[in-house]
């Protein structure tokens, strides 16, 4: 994509100045907002990042410095947290595609016949974003507690061993994770299946595919768009969720991801440099995860 | 932009060197020249502003008190009276008796919270928007070393002279110089008396094993640890060091890995208790009274056999508060007994003031009968107040308990 659009710029060179400066002057509103508000911040972190604390200073006093052993210490101390977060964050999204595709498909597919339906059922799938997510995440950890009627009922089922619970295990925050972003899921893929050309999925028939290579030599091919963005708009954000897990929602002490050990050392450590190193390992490491996996699904140019 | 590019000696700066050898190595494109030159300036300037250092300490404010008769208060959620039209009563009278309006903001939530937001601005000595704030003994020891808070004039304080004698020399604050105790409160344990009918008396019983994954403990690190560490023994007023707190520091460690502990929590440790996630915690004494009103008097509070730990919150007035005399007319007035008692009997902590109790009777006298309000010297004599932890200690300590609540 970067190279189709070098070229077509390339091939207008005689684009006339004037123009290109009226462009710059629009476009100046959006730089200068990007420089203030992610450009500097960014550097304000990568510089904090690199601070020493102060030989006489008091608990939370820093120098700017060129300490780059914080990057290896906060890898030392919190590698379990930074492998778990983007544990969880692939099981949610696994998860929250599992679940999303088929409502997707229905919503964009099958009910096709029926606007109505269609609309209601998006309201539905929207509906939840009308209710704070911290409101729906609390409610959650009610409705799973270990009196309530859900959690009771499982364990006269014999379904849950008498002395387990559910809230403060990893099993909660992955199934909050995946609630919680399942929207972000669903609309993409609804909006890449809602255009799916059901004629080529005749086609696939005609040449004697049966159902499932059908779906997955055309459907699934076709949808990729969807995919991509859905899986992309799930695993970023959770990966750095820190609400889920925290101790005061669905979390425990086991189940701590890195945006709480950024909070953690952030607010009550006041160790800022390691919560700047640790921010500045979440982009990076997602920012990798996601260039591999747009490299590896062949989506560059949907991008 | 010829400037940029003609060669000149680099600054000394390494920061500004750098920011000069990269904007010179890249290709000067109107857009990368922007931005680096834009970037760099704001971060530089974003560099400037934060405090760096910590070496000097900040200079109080100017005294506007004589010409400007307002107050801003930044204190706890429920930590006042309050009627059903949502005024404060005392306040009210407060206006009424010296004409200063005082706004009343709940704007703390947590220590640490607010320290995060108003500590840059008190480092420079900035107007933080309060003229008083009230903390915690340990955040007060942090501000009165940091040198945030203004030292108050105890002239404009003459009723300090109620404040319980053993409030009067705390090792943060010697004298009371800065700070001036609002209400306090125990550190105790607290259990579900339907599930645990024989009840607890101390902080062993929390690792019986019939109340497995049953039991929460207090983020709070002094309060937890304070618990722990008199079942274990220590005097935590007194002379303790890295033996005695790392000797806690495993027990707990051991009964958050067994399983035995649920969760670690701040303030929503009252939500798992009545959602029953929880049967036995180690909690704040006053919220016990309020959950048994909201939800059914179904939890009984106890200071471990041991004993518990003390803490109270206290007024201080910011480094860059222009209303330190308006702030100190204000203290001065909550120590009448009268008001106190006003106050005690809505917030159910305990007062610091001396002659609330006689006053109190006044209003209900089985309040006055209340330990956790109006405690007597038994009680007092097993509440125990957290020794002041110097900067390297907090750092140390905070670091191998926030591993315990970060798990691993």
């Excluded at chain 1, 849950?160 to 909050?176: E, L, N, S």
């Excluded at chain 2, 645990?196 to 983020?219: E, F, Q």
């Excluded at chain 2, 520091?249 to 009545?274: A, C, T, W």
Aim: net charge negative.
């Amino acid at each position: 994509m970067a190279f189709a659009a070098f070229t077509t710029t390339e091939a207008q060179p005689q684009a006339p100045k004037r123009k290109s400066r009226i462009a710059l002057f629009l476009l100046l509103p959006g730089i200068l907002y990007m420089v203030l508000f992610f450009l500097t911040p960014l550097i304000s972190l990568i510089l904090t990042s690199l601070q020493a604390p102060n030989e006489f200073g008091d608990i939370g006093v820093y120098d700017y410095a060129f300490n780059w052993q914080n990057y290896v210490t906060v890898v030392q101390e919190y590698w379990p947290h930074i492998l778990r977060s983007f544990g969880y964050a692939l099981v949610a999204t696994v998860l929250a595609l599992a679940f999303s595709y088929p409502l997707a498909y229905f919503i964009g597919v099958k009910a096709r016949r029926w606007p109505l339906l269609q609309s209601v059922m998006l309201v539905l799938v929207i509906a939840p974003f009308f209710i704070s997510f911290l409101l729906r995440t609390l409610a959650w950890k009610q409705l799973l507690s270990d009196e309530s009627f859900i959690i009771t009922s499982l364990k006269a089922l014999s379904l849950m061993a008498p002395d387990a619970h559910f809230t403060g295990t990893p099993a909660a925050v992955i199934f909050g994770l995946t609630y919680n972003f399942i929207p972000f899921m669903t609309l993409p893929l609804y909006t890449t299946l809602e255009r799916l050309d059901l004629r080529y999925l005749e086609a696939g028939s005609d040449l004697y595919a049966n159902p499932f290579t059908v779906f997955r030599k055309v459907t699934i091919p076709l949808s990729m768009p969807g995919i991509v963005a859905g899986t992309l708009l799930t695993f970023i954000p959770a990966a750095g969720d820190y609400v889920n897990a925290s101790r005061d929602f669905l979390g425990g002490p086991d189940t701590q991801m890195m945006g709480n050990v950024i909070e953690a050392n952030f607010l009550v450590l006041l160790n800022y440099p390691a919560a700047a190193a640790l921010s500045i390992i979440l982009m990076a490491a997602i920012l990798v995860l996601v260039g591999i996996y747009v490299k590896r699904s062949g989506t560059e140019d949907l991008l | 932009m010829e400037s940029l590019v003609s060669p000149r000696p680099l600054p000394q700066d390494p920061m500004i060197r750098n920011l000069i050898a990269q904007a010179r190595r890249a290709q000067l494109n109107r857009r990368t020249l922007l931005a680096g030159a834009g970037a760099g300036a704001t971060a530089l300037a974003l560099a400037a502003c934060a405090a760096g250092g910590g070496a000097t300490k900040p200079t109080p404010a100017a005294d506007a008190s004589s010409t400007d008769k307002t107050l801003n208060w930044a204190n706890w959620a429920a930590y006042i009276d309050e009627d059903d039209a949502g005024n404060y009563p005392t306040l009210v009278a407060f206006t009424e008796q010296t004409g200063i309006e005082v706004n009343y903001e709940v704007a703390v939530d947590d220590n640490n919270t607010y320290y995060g937001k108003v500590k840059d601005q008190l480092a420079l000595g900035q107007d933080i928007g309060a003229d008083l704030s009230v903390l915690t003994d340990w955040m007060i020891a942090r501000w009165i070393r940091l040198g945030y808070g203004q030292e108050l004039d105890h002239a404009n304080l003459p009723n300090l002279a109620n404040l319980t004698p053993s409030l009067q020399n705390p090792d943060f604050d010697p004298d009371r110089k800065f700070s001036v105790p609002w209400q306090g409160g125990f550190a105790g344990i607290a259990w579900n008396k339907e599930a645990i009918p024989g009840g607890l008396s101390s902080v062993s019983d929390l690792w019986d094993t019939s109340l497995k994954g049953r039991v929460g403990v207090l983020s709070e690190m002094r309060d937890t640890m304070g618990c722990i560490m008199l079942e274990q023994g220590v005097d935590i007023s007194g002379d303790w060091g890295d033996e005695e707190f790392s000797t806690a520091i495993d027990l707990l460690q051991q009964q958050v890995s067994d399983g035995q502990v649920r969760n670690i929590k701040g303030n929503s440790y009252l939500e798992d208790l009545k959602n029953e996630d929880t049967l036995a915690a180690i909690v704040w004494s006053g919220d016990i009274t309020v959950i048994n009103a909201e939800a059914g008097d179904k939890w009984e509070f106890a200071i471990p056999s041991a004993g518990g730990t003390l803490w109270n919150d206290n007024f201080i007035v910011p480094i860059g508060s222009p209303r330190k005399t308006n702030a100190e007319t204000l203290i001065n007035y909550y120590y009448e007994p009268e008001v106190a008692a006003e106050v005690a009997a809505w917030v159910n902590f305990i007062t610091p003031v001396v002659g609330a109790k006689e006053a109190a009777i006044a209003i209900d006298p089985a309040l006055a009968e209340n330990q956790l309000i109006f405690p007597n010297e038994e009680t007092l004599s097993q509440a125990h107040i957290f020794r002041s932890l110097s900067g390297a200690e907090e750092q140390k300590y905070q670091a191998e308990f926030q591993a315990i609540l970060l798990g691993s």
